[in-house]
């Protein structure tokens, strides 16, 4: 354990490191000038600059999203932070820069198990203000999104894409999409190796956030929960050992790569479009990335399908990103109006085409653009996969017990404990920890 002197201490460098890179760094290369981030326009009207802060993202979707907002609102300038795409390291970035107070960041992006964390410190301005000004209506909305942006009866962040883990592969290598997990493995073993294929299967097993998105995945497809509606700790239970056995057996299998371990979204997904395995667990963005002839080597060779089934069937875990207004913004208004943008109608709408990401808002699921560019979201189901995707514990000390888990299936990866063990000390450690 590292000792609280020396914490403070890496804190501290954090927080100047971010603020200095806030203070350099232009990416919209305009209008931000020395003392402050205020300039006039050509027609001399007053022009605001914004941060706005979000993981990098692999197809460039911000940037379409943020000049399709300039040019209808030339009066903001929004000048975009690419921060870390593991979710881990972007929610660290930002509670130490929102810890300290700071004013840098205008909005910025909100991974679905954020919200009551920062809501209870104080970190976001609470959003229902600014809906009922503008007459936004929440039922236009899925609902999921909605209620993990809720806190305390608040809304703090708004919804910009719905996530759930899914099945893709290769049209050209796999003949019949593997039903369950051990029909998956089956077939992973035989189809390394061909079409030039270096392994079976990809995933997430580095321990991290999406670690605890495959665990909850095989957890639930064997029929095993974590926390149960009544806001109980279930997870010791013969049916989360299998869930977690199956994980175990695929990460230490010779069809995954074997610094699997290593291995988060990007790995996966460069491994994925330059032809190296004929399946991969991933989220929507994948189909989008997978069709990028400038990145992928595998242009209209992929589908993709449910997760595969556990003894209990298949589970996919509800995952997604919000968007939200730093307490400290010196430009609220201006912050709004892009949040607005960004998570409206048209902003999901240049997400969904461009980033492949899954749209929050029921009705653009009939926009013959978007689903053009992702005929798998008109797919009869895929609407309904995403309502019945598994949620991650609802805490505002989630990051704890997402620790608590990474840390244990970790090491049932590496063969240091048992299933049993590790869903043993899940147990004990996760009573311990949840805040209720
Ligand atoms: C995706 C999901 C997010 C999850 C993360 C884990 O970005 O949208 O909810 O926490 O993956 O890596």
Known sequence: MKSIKTSKLVMVILTLLFLLTACNSNSTGTSTDEEGNKKED???????????????DPTGSPHKQIEAFE???????VEYREMPTDTGAQHDAYVTA???GSSEIDVFEMDVIWPAEFAQANYVLPLDRFIQQDGINLEDYNQGPISAATFNGKLWAMPKFIDAGMLFYRTDIVEEVPETWDDLITQAKELKGQEGTKFGYLMQAKQYEGLVCNAVEFIAAYGGEIINDNGEVVINSEDSIQGIKKLVEIANSDFVPNNIITFTEPESHTSFIEGQSPFIRNWPYQYALANDPEQSEIVDKVQVAPLPEGDAGSAAALGGWLAAINKHSEHPIEAWEFLKFMTGPEGQKIDAIIGGHAPTIPALYEDE?????NPFFGNEGFQEALNAAVSRPVAPNYAEISEIIQIQVSKAIAGDI???????NMQTEIEAKLVK
């Open 42 to 56: 050509s027609e001399g009207q007053e022009k605001v600059t914004i941060v706005y802060a979000a993981g990098k």
């Open 71 to 77: 040019k209808t609102h030339p009066n903001i300038n």
């Open 98 to 100: 929102l810890n300290a």
């Open 369 to 373: 653009e978007i689903i053009e560019a």
């Open 418 to 424: 048992t299933a049993d063990e590790a869903v043993e």
